[in-house]
T-cell receptor, first 112, second 110 residues
């Protein structure tokens, strides 16, 4: 399987709810990162997983959590959604020795 | 704390001419730098990278220059084509994360 696939593409949630976003990476891509991109901004690093362990985290509160699975899929979970969580969420993956990450097309989350 | 900055939000260049996109950074610990291109409704697409120990990397029409003393990198596109019109992000990397700039919108006109 080639490329990075994210689901869903669009999502509307109510403030206070919880959401799970999903990502399917290329076979062999054992490093996966998640980014939040607000309108007019560059992607902001949320966290990274390598072989199912978190090995890096940006300035996001603990209500942002993740999982990586052995089949190269991963999840981003956000609890207690706030209006400011409305953004494009990007998943990116790479093979362990690579430099360039391959990005998915993102999930557009709207919190109302 | 904006560690990676792209000070030009937009750039317009005529087809066939050179496009130069600039990026500044503040953290000396970055190991490598990358440029990504992004079209609307798509994820960023990797263009070209450069290790912190190099000062130039070339791939076809794209060349990235790194000036470590000035903490500055640039992307040159020669010749520019209408299909190059997109938002370009520079990113700086360590082992565990990428830090992105805010992007420059390039418009290549006929």
């Amino acid at each position: 399987e080639t490329g990075v696939t994210q689901s869903p593409t669009h999502l509307i949630k109510t403030r206070g709810q919880q959401v799970t976003l999903r990502c399917s990476s290329q076979s062999g891509h054992n490093t996966v990162s998640w980014y939040q991109q607000a309108l007019g901004q560059g992607p902001q690093f949320i966290f990274q997983y390598y072989r199912e362990e978190e090995n890096g985290r940006g300035n996001f509160p603990p209500r942002f959590s993740g999982l990586q699975f052995p089949n190269y899929s991963s999840e981003l979970n956000v609890n207690a959604l706030e209006l400011d969580d409305s953004a494009l969420y990007l998943c990116a993956s790479r093979a362990g020795t690579g430099i360039g990450y391959t990005f998915g097309s993102g999930t557009r989350l709207t919190v109302v | 704390d904006q560690q990676v900055k792209q000070n030009s939000p937009s750039l317009s260049v005529q087809e066939g001419r050179i496009s130069i996109l600039n990026c500044d950074y503040t953290n000396s610990m970055f190991d490598y730098f990358l440029w990504y291109k992004k079209y609307p409704a798509e994820g960023p697409t990797f263009l070209i990278s450069i290790s912190s120990i190099k000062d130039k990397n070339e791939d076809g029409r794209f060349t990235v220059f790194l000036n470590k003393s000035a903490k500055h990198l640039s992307l040159h596109i020669v010749p520019s084509q209408p299909g190059d019109s997109a938002v370009y992000f520079c990113a700086a990397g360590t082992a565990s994360k990428l830090t992105f700039g805010t992007g420059t919108r390039l418009q290549v006109t006929l």
